[in-house]
């Protein structure tokens, strides 16, 4: 009965490979984002969407592309990965975009970039 | 922009009170203060939000001055598994990556 879950955990590949991580939200919330953690611990925002619908995107590479085919699910798709890339990355979804209500996080996908 | 700044780091030792200070000096009126843990290998998580004056859970206290320019999260009597990464975040509406700037929070060691 996880909240929020991500697949996979870890995730190790090549530059230059393409990867997908899936995020799914069992909450009913209309909100979901997603973040990236780097090395030093920085927690940054990439991307939210609101009901389906893009509300944030930072500046990212357009190599990073998030897809929701529905409001309980946020994928995450990269192409041609680099070094760089190698981070945790958090999915969390909340009830709306009024940040009164709580962001519940996934446990995080570790991505390894070699 | 209300951003935010916190300690790098806290140490403590096991049952001591700690205190972290978020100083936010460009909070708008309509902003929320809400402050979240992380564990290590963990994704963050809510402990306790605030509009003004002082909130009180089961796990800790956040203190509000008039001028809400800062807040102050309490930590009763820590114990080891208090050590995480405390972020605190301030905003109203996530309709701008402003509005959801973490940073790297501070760090808490808790040691006996």
């Known amino acids: 009965d996880t909240a929020v879950s991500q697949t996979p955990k870890y995730l190790v590949t090549q530059m230059g490979n393409d990867k997908s991580i899936k995020c799914e939200q069992n909450?009913?919330?209309?909100?979901m984002y997603w973040y990236k953690q780097d090395s030093k611990k920085f927690l940054k925002i990439m991307f939210s969407?609101?009901?389906?619908?893009?509300?944030i995107n930072e500046t990212v590479p357009n190599r990073f592309s998030p897809k929701s085919p529905d409001k309980a699910h946020l994928n995450l798709h990269i192409n041609s990965l680099e070094l760089g890339d190698s981070a945790v990355y958090f999915c969390?979804?909340?009830?709306?975009?009024?940040?009164?209500?709580?962001?519940?996080f996934g446990p995080g996908t570790r991505l390894t970039v070699l | 922009l209300a951003k935010t700044t916190q300690p790098i780091s806290m140490d403590s030792y096991e049952g001591q009170e700690v205190n972290i200070t978020c100083s936010h000096n460009n909070i708008a009126t309509n902003d929320y203060i809400t402050w979240y843990q992380q564990f290590p290998s963990q994704g963050p998580r809510f402990i306790i939000q605030g509009y003004k004056t002082k909130v009180t859970n089961e796990v800790a206290s956040l203190f509000i001055p008039a001028d809400r320019k800062s807040s102050t999260l309490s930590l009763p009597r820590v114990s080891l598994s208090d050590t995480a990464v405390y972020y605190c975040l301030v905003g109203d509406r996530a309709g701008t990556a402003s509005k959801l700037t973490f940073g790297t929070g501070t760090r808490l060691q808790v040691t006996l």
């Open positions: 969390a979804s909340s009830q709306d975009l009024s940040l009164y209500n709580e962001q519940f």
């Open positions: 909450l009913g919330h209309d909100t």
């Open positions: 969407y609101n009901n389906k619908e893009l509300i």
